[in-house]
């Protein structure tokens, strides 16, 4: 009879990381449940509500839980998210550049049906460096958050709840500073024309990517940046 603990893991599609953090998971030989989202917004598949088990990670999924999909895991649903405690919501990582903070981090901290609002287990921060821009700064931080995950998960598997019991004990971490939406990230990425040199060096170091570039808003039109200007 296999008694390894029960698990729904959220992830997320086209992320190495999340797909790292599912294969560690299987060499835990825990009992896993997948769902990788693909897009925020999306439903939950109907099957999440009839699941029960033991715990939830989420590690970069999009989904946004219920209560009841979240009271299903028996000793709780942990996620690993990719900012500090001081930072909350969407475009965290942007809002960070943008206010030139002098780091950043990871924090995992219990789920609640409020976003970005339950106990935190800990929080992990690191410098950002001057040269860091979207690009650099996420990549650095996707290797915290599945450090931690390595970390605590690994500490559950060999501990069960009283590893998190531990964690939240020893904890004085909590969480403050504004909830982003993400129409202040849309805004934040569109820059006017008449911006100042400094104000519009700001916003490209906290928004400009290949994907998602920063745009340059002239004449009711919205005009993509091809590139981030070179320091």
């Not at 598949?45 to 946004?64: E, L, Q």
Request: with cysteine; hydrophobic share 40%.
């Amino acid at each position: 009879m296999n008694d390894a603990p029960r698990v729904l893991y959220f992830g997320r599609a086209g992320c190495p990381r999340s797909d790292a953090a599912l294969a560690y998971l299987d060499a835990l030989r825990l009992r896993t449940q997948v769902v990788i989202s693909q897009a925020a917004g999306a439903a939950l598949p109907a099957w999440v509500y009839d699941w029960r088990g033991d715990w939830i990670f989420c590690f970069r999924s999009y989904y946004i839980l219920p209560q009841p999909v979240i009271d299903a895991a028996a000793h709780g649903a942990i996620n690993f998210h990719p900012a500090p405690s001081n930072f909350r919501g969407r475009g965290c990582l942007n809002f960070a550049l943008y206010e030139d903070a002098p780091e950043y981090g990871v924090t995992t901290h219990m789920i609640e049906a409020k976003v970005d609002s339950g106990a935190i287990l800990r929080c992990d921060r690191f410098p950002i460096l001057p040269g860091d821009g979207v690009d650099s700064l996420l990549q650095r931080t996707h290797h915290h958050l599945l450090s931690a995950f390595y970390d605590i998960v690994g500490g559950i598997a060999r501990r069960g709840r009283a590893h998190v019991d531990a964690l939240l004990q020893g904890c004085d971490e909590t969480w403050s500073g504004p909830l982003y939406k993400l129409s202040q990230l849309n805004a934040l990425q569109v820059l006017d024309a008449g911006a100042s040199a400094e104000e519009m060096a700001r916003v490209i170091r906290a928004t400009h990517t290949a994907a998602f570039p920063t745009q340059l808003a002239l004449h009711g039109q919205r005009f993509d940046l091809n590139r981030r200007p070179r320091p």
